[in-house]
């Protein structure tokens, strides 16, 4: 096993070093998007399409071939019996965990929300309304998926959002697994509809005869639902395109091995999922490879893990400390934990492009996915470049205010009428002008 890792082991001091870190890049991208010309992106376009058109029709269509679920079977729309049943059944103490898991989410959106009120200041302001619709998407793997409900509705809620509506492949016995169910039901979400993929997208962007449409889609999803995600775009808002999950660690040699092997695994296990390691201390590298064989032997998923280690994983030994912060705000990604003891911190301040930063050795992802209450919703693929993780923040939108008096109008008036001539638009400038009491107005000179 330990030869076949060793692989993953790459030094900065190999030519090829530099190459290896871009194929990890390209692999990542590759894994989320499909290309205009990939024959996966015309069966895409054709899911969506039907669902526009046919709607209903379409979507116990591909709920048959993709999920394998048919009527009388299937429902489209989980009751609010079903809802209730679900919470009911749940393990008590498992619904103490996640009810307090709620709590910490709820109690950081709320200290970090930008509010909804109007700031007015002199004669201009902004105007902060919460988004009225919002769909949810939930994967249905293998494994329920209760985290992402949370993370994903009680930011809405926080924000004020009033309509939620959840979508769930029907991979559980022909539904949705009860646990999510479950929390939907404690979060007072009671429309939730028993589709997945890109159907569930197009679903709840154009509508169906049952299915309003909303104003934002947000949550993750295989490579389908992102795609779908891009093409509704402008349609209706969305959060982000999310490839496979990642991990990037940057550590020194006051790092520990064990911890650095579990937080790799950790991601790994997703499959695919990146796991890497960015660090200056040789001998750190080789204890990781050490520790990795040791603690796959004990995992359930050890076979899919160490593909996923071979295929997107990486321990890269640089020449100093300061190479492995540059490349790791280069590669920006969507966890960054960063174990270099009493440094952590004065590095976590450098870094500018990451979805999530994990600051110490006792900061795993984890923490970040259940418990803290930043929302584990966030950017991959160095899309932390650009996009943010999913708040509160995510789920209002603002308008901006002007308030004009005739005074300041006057004050203002040439200046305004001589840009809008400029861009030829002859109409602007007249509607100053009538307000200075020219009738008919007149042309400036």
């Known amino acids: 096993m330990t030869e076949r890792l060793e692989k993953i082991l790459i030094s900065s001091s190999s030519s090829q070093w530099h190459q290896r870190i871009r194929d990890l890049h390209r692999k990542l991208f590759e894994a989320t998007y499909f290309d205009a010309s990939d024959e996966r992106n015309k069966q895409l376009m054709n899911i969506i399409r039907a669902v526009r058109e046919r709607k209903e029709q379409a979507?116990?269509?591909?709920?048959?071939?993709?999920?394998?679920?048919?009527?009388?079977?299937?429902?489209?729309?989980?009751?609010?019996?079903?809802l209730s049943a679900a919470h009911d059944s749940i393990d008590k103490e498992l619904l103490a965990s996640i009810r307090r898991s709620i709590g910490n989410v709820r109690k950081y959106q709320e200290k970090i929300f930008v509010s909804k009120k109007s700031v007015l200041s002199g004669s201009t302001g902004i105007k902060y309304t919460p988004i009225k619709r919002v769909g949810v998407c939930v994967p249905g793997a293998s494994a329920p998926l209760?985290?992402?409900?949370?993370?994903?509705a009680v930011p809405a809620r926080v924000a004020g959002v009033?309509?939620?509506?959840?979508?769930?492949?029907?991979?559980?016995?022909?539904?949705?697994?009860?646990?999510?169910?479950?929390v939907c039901y404690e979060l007072k979400i009671d429309e939730v509809y028993a589709i997945g993929g890109a159907q569930a997208v197009a679903a709840?962007?154009?509508?169906?005869?049952?299915i309003r449409p909303?104003?934002?889609?947000?949550?993750?999803?295989?490579?389908?639902?992102?795609?779908?995600?891009?093409?509704?775009?402008?349609?209706?808002?969305?959060?982000?395109?999310?490839?496979?999950?990642?991990?990037?660690?940057?550590?020194?040699?006051?790092?520990?091995?064990?911890?650095?092997?579990?937080?790799?695994?950790s991601q790994a296990e997703h499959a695919p999922g990146a796991a890497l390691l960015f660090t200056d201390s040789e001998k750190l590298a080789k204890d990781v490879l050490i520790e990795l064989e040791k603690q796959l032997a004990g995992l359930e998923r050890r076979q899919e893990t160490t593909k996923c280690l071979l295929d997107f994983g990486g321990i890269v030994v640089?020449?100093?400390?300061?190479d492995?912060?540059?490349?790791a705000d280069f590669f920006a990604a969507e966890h960054l934990e960063i174990q270099c003891g009493k440094d952590s911190r004065k590095i976590a301040e450098r870094i500018e492009n990451a979805g999530a930063i994990f600051i110490g050795d006792f900061s795993p992802v984890a923490v970040g996915d259940y418990w803290a209450g930043p929302s584990h919703t966030l950017p991959t693929g160095t899309t932390a470049r650009f996009f943010s993780a999913l708040s509160s923040n995510d789920f209002v939108k603002s308008t901006s205010i002007i308030e004009y008096g005739e005074k300041q109008l006057a004050e203002s008036a040439s200046d305004i009428i001589r840009l809008s001539q400029t861009e030829g638009l002859d109409a602007h400038a007249k509607s100053i002008q009538i307000r200075?009491?020219?009738f008919p107005p007149e042309k400036s000179s």
Not at 59 to 80: A, C, H, I, M, N
Not at 162 to 182: C, D, F, M, N, Q
Not at 204 to 210: D, K, N, R
């Open 59 to 82: 979507l116990q269509e591909f709920t048959q071939k993709f999920d394998g679920v048919s009527k009388p079977e299937w429902q489209l729309r989980v009751s609010r019996e079903k």
């Open 146 to 152: 209760p985290s992402t409900v949370v993370m994903t």
């Open 162 to 182: 009033e309509e939620i509506a959840v979508v769930s492949p029907p991979r559980y016995k022909g539904g949705i697994h009860p646990v999510i169910l479950a």
């Open 204 to 210: 709840l962007a154009y509508g169906t005869e049952s």
């Open 214 to 265: 909303v104003d934002k889609i947000v949550g993750p999803g295989n490579a389908w639902v992102q795609m779908a995600k891009r093409e509704v775009f402008g349609v209706v808002d969305i959060d982000s395109i999310a490839g496979p999950s990642e991990v990037l660690i940057v550590a020194n040699d006051s790092a520990r091995a064990a911890f650095v092997a579990a937080d790799m695994l």
């Open 318 to 322: 640089f020449e100093s400390l300061e």
């Open 324 to 327: 492995c912060i540059k490349q």
């Open 436 to 438: 200075q009491g020219k």
